[in-house]
T-cell receptor, first 114, second 109 residues
Framework: EADIYQTPRYLVIGTGKKITLECSQT?????MYWYQQDPGMELHLIHY???????EKGDLSSESTVSRIRTEHFPLTLESARPSHTSQYLC?????????????FGSGTQLSVL | KNEVEQSPQNLTAQEGEFITINCSYS?????LHWLQQHPGGGIVSLFM???GKKKHGRLIATINIQEKHSSLHITASHPRDSAVYIC???????????FGTGTRLTIIP
């Protein structure tokens, strides 16, 4: 069972609002990721972290920001949401096991910006 | 062109049929992942391969490094197998994954 949680599950907000998508994991993983996924499309990495106080931008340009003050917590913030931010946001963590990195995903946050 | 290509994009089959989903990639990889995404978005990691073959229950994953190709097989398919199956690869020195667009599988009772 994956112990990685995202809230909220669904969020509908108006343009210009500041929002924070929460992601927490209780597995003690150092590596955490945020992916963005549009319907029928592949996942794109927007942010990742390899430990506390370490954050990097991913391959897909994003106006969001992240922080990693605690190992278990990796929130994503949009300062001013726009309709173009409407998408599904998936948080993940990984651990190095036998044979490579094993991934664990949260249930995702479906964001709709009106 | 995506570095990871999956086929077919959509697959509908009868319960009990043997299912094969294919993944081809164009770069040298350190590992290939098969993921399952159910309606509603949650993703589960099924397999991680760097060579050979792995089996878990009714699921079998194979990889041919020379041909840059992997297959995911489902034996005795069941409606609960209906989901999107995603292939993703990581390259040496870069642990970030590149994803395929997924194969939508529907198993009809």
């Amino acid at each position: 069972e994956a112990d990685i949680y995202q809230t909220p599950r669904y969020l509908v907000i108006g343009t210009g609002k500041k929002i924070t998508l929460e992601c927490s994991q209780t597995m003690g993983h150092d590596k955490m990721y945020w992916y963005q996924q549009d319907p029928g499309m592949e996942l794109h990495l927007i942010h990742y972290s390899y430990g506390v106080n370490s954050t990097e931008k991913g391959d897909l340009s994003s106006e969001s920001t992240v922080s990693r003050i605690r190992t278990e917590h990796f929130p994503l913030t949009l300062e001013s949401a726009r309709p173009s931010h409407t998408s599904q946001y998936l948080c993940a963590s990984s651990e190095l096991g036998r044979g490579g990195e094993k991934l664990f995903f949260g249930s995702g946050t479906q964001l709709s910006v009106l | 062109k995506n570095e990871v290509e999956q086929s077919p994009q959509n697959l509908t089959a009868q319960e009990g049929e043997f299912i094969t989903i294919n993944c081809s990639y164009s770069v040298g990889i350190s590992a290939l992942h098969w993921l399952q995404q159910h309606p509603g978005g949650g993703i589960v990691s099924l397999f991680m391969l760097s060579s050979g073959k792995k089996k878990h229950g009714r699921l079998i994953a194979t990889i041919n490094i020379q041909e840059k190709h992997s297959s995911l097989h489902i034996t005795a398919s069941h409606p609960r197998d209906s989901a999107v199956y995603i292939c993703a690869v990581s390259t040496f020195g870069n642990e970030k994954l590149t994803f395929g667009t997924g194969t939508r599988l529907t198993i009809i009772p």
